[in-house]
């Protein structure tokens, strides 16, 4: 069964260096998204990608956080200079339609320090 | 705005017995709603849609717009049931999911 994958699984970074955090939606889907997950909070939507581009976001993502296609598999979120509460769980979700199932990936947990 | 409250952090239950775990939503407009399972070690997995209305694993969630609430039931619980409950909302007009801050089952044998 196809799966969205995230790498690294845990990635730990020093406060202000940029961070890339990697995922590869299922290959037919063209709406990606990237969440994430404070330790002891909600999963909160930071973006959804529709044709190379933004279609949403929320506030959270400011200008520290950028999105990316850079080769048609990989789905990328980078955050320019990385704060202490950056850290999180981030997952990235696939679907194939509009307000249809999203996947999730594993996740990749952040840990700035 | 659009938001999902699960009023319980945490519902233990022994197996075989019935279980309903608690949505509310505020919203608007015509929400479409959802439960996500995350089972130890896992992925967010989709649960159930209110739009499929269909029973999946032996849960049923029947969407309340009177009372806004989306609960999530099943009749006898099982051991396999024990796993980490989401509540999703996704607006009429786009993908993003507003979920709630989840409720850990745990059924005790």
């Known amino acids: 069964e196809p799966e969205v994958t995230q790498t690294p699984s845990h990635q730990v970074t020093q406060m202000g260096q940029e961070v890339i955090l990697r995922c590869v939606p299922i290959?037919?889907?063209?709406?990606f998204y990237w969440y994430r997950q404070i330790l002891g909070q909600k999963v909160e939507f930071l973006v959804s990608?529709?044709?190379?581009?933004?279609?949403?976001k929320s506030e959270i993502f400011d200008d520290q956080f950028s999105v990316e296609r850079p080769d048609g598999s990989n789905f990328t979120l980078k955050i320019r200079s990385t704060k202490l509460e950056d850290s999180a769980m981030y997952f990235c979700?696939?679907?194939?339609?509009?307000?249809?199932?999203?996947?999730f990936g594993q996740g990749t947990r952040l840990t700035v320090v | 705005a659009q938001r999902v409250t699960q009023p319980e952090k945490l519902l233990s239950v022994f197996k075989g017995a019935p279980v309903e775990l608690k949505c509310n939503y505020s919203?608007?407009?015509?929400?479409?709603l959802f439960w996500y399972v995350q089972y130890s070690r896992q992925r967010l997995q989709l649960l159930l849609r209110h739009i499929s209305r269909e029973s999946i694993k032996g849960f049923t969630a029947d969407l309340n717009k009177g009372e806004t609430s989306f609960h999530l039931k099943k009749p006898f619980a099982q051991e396999e049931d024990s796993a980490m409950y989401y509540c999703?909302?996704?607006?009429?007009?786009?993908?993003?999911?507003?979920f709630g801050g989840g409720t850990r089952l745990m059924v005790k044998p």
């Open positions: 999703a909302l996704s607006a009429n007009a786009g993908n993003m999911l507003t």
């Open positions: 290959s037919n889907h063209l709406y």
């Open positions: 990608f529709y044709n190379n581009e933004i279609s949403e």
């Open positions: 979700a696939s679907s194939d339609q509009q307000n249809t199932e999203a996947f």
């Open positions: 919203y608007s407009g015509s929400p479409e």
